[in-house]
T-cell receptor
């Protein structure tokens, strides 16, 4: 079945450090891939997405590239800020499915950025 | 992006009472809504999927008589926790999606505390 695996957290960085959160997936065909962010006490917000191989999603300085050959969608940011402290979830929807279909989530990675 | 609201954001109730949580898609029609439960420092657990006008589909292990879901319109779904007990205390999050949405959009969550 389909699954998403994220790097284990928590991740603690200093402000302006480089961030990578690894995400790999298992799915039939080419799913759509997403990164969601959850700030403390809040619901999830869509951070970025990619719907086909080699697509790069980007938003707020974060980037992730859909790598078919490695079945990966790693999240990166060149210089993190304290305000980026949150939990980050990688997720997928199966190929051909709409947003009316269930998302498969990774376990989430807690990021803490210290000043 | 699309907006999904939840009400209430916080609820405290006595054991044995029932609590209703509303999930609304404010600027789009959601053919499908999802209800999740999230425990501290954990990922989201899908409880059920509801399609407008039809019965909800519950995940294995979720008591349908305990967690009543109604999706009466394309913009509103409700989750009623019946005869709530302390073990039902949790963070409940809804999301909404559909044929014309690029992804699911999440509500801000409802924190339930049962005393």
């Amino acid at each position: 079945g389909d699954s998403v695996t994220q790097m284990e957290g928590p991740v603690t960085l200093s402000e302006e450090a480089f961030l990578t959160i690894n995400c790999t997936y298992t799915a039939t065909g080419y799913p759509s891939l997403f990164w969601y962010v959850q700030y403390p006490g809040e619901g999830l917000q869509l951070l970025l997405k990619a719907t086909k191989a080699d697509d790069k999603g980007s938003n707020k300085g974060f980037e992730a590239t859909y790598r078919k050959e490695t079945t990966s969608f790693h999240l990166e940011k060149g210089s993190v800020q304290v305000s980026d402290s949150a939990v980050y979830f990688c997720a997928l929807i199966l190929a051909g499915e709409t947003s009316g279909s269930r998302l498969t989530f990774g376990e989430g990675t807690q990021l803490t950025v210290n000043p | 992006g699309a907006v999904v609201s939840q009400h209430p954001s916080w609820v405290i109730c006595k054991s044995g009472t029932s609590v209703k949580i509303e999930c609304r898609s404010l600027d789009f029609q959601a053919t499908t809504m999802f209800w999740y439960r999230q425990f501290p420092k954990q990922s989201l657990m899908l409880m059920a999927t509801s399609n407008e006008g039809s019965k909800a589909t519950y995940e294995q292990g979720v008591e349908k008589d305990k967690f009543l879901i109604n999706h009466a319109s394309l913009t509103l779904s409700t989750l009623t926790v019946t005869s709530a007990h302390p073990e039902d205390s949790s963070f409940y999050i809804c999301s909404a999606g559909g044929l014309f949405q690029e992804t699911q959009y999440f509500g801000p969550g409802t924190r339930l505390l049962v005393l």
